[in-house]
């Protein structure tokens, strides 16, 4: 998993690619390709 800090780019190198919210952080998840996992901070 990458750790970056501004996801909008990792967001759109796949357009599986999803913005999340959890627990105060921020996720890029992608259920078809799962190589594509970042966190932000």
Known sequence: M???NSLRSLR???RG???VRRK???Y???KTNR???ARQG
Do not use: Y
Request: aromatic share 6%.
């Open 28 to 30: 890029v998840i992608n």
């Open 17 to 19: 690619n999803r913005l």
């Open 12 to 14: 759109g190198r796949h």
């Open 2 to 4: 990458k750790i970056k």
């Open 24 to 26: 105060g952080r921020v």
């Open 35 to 37: 190589r594509f996992k």
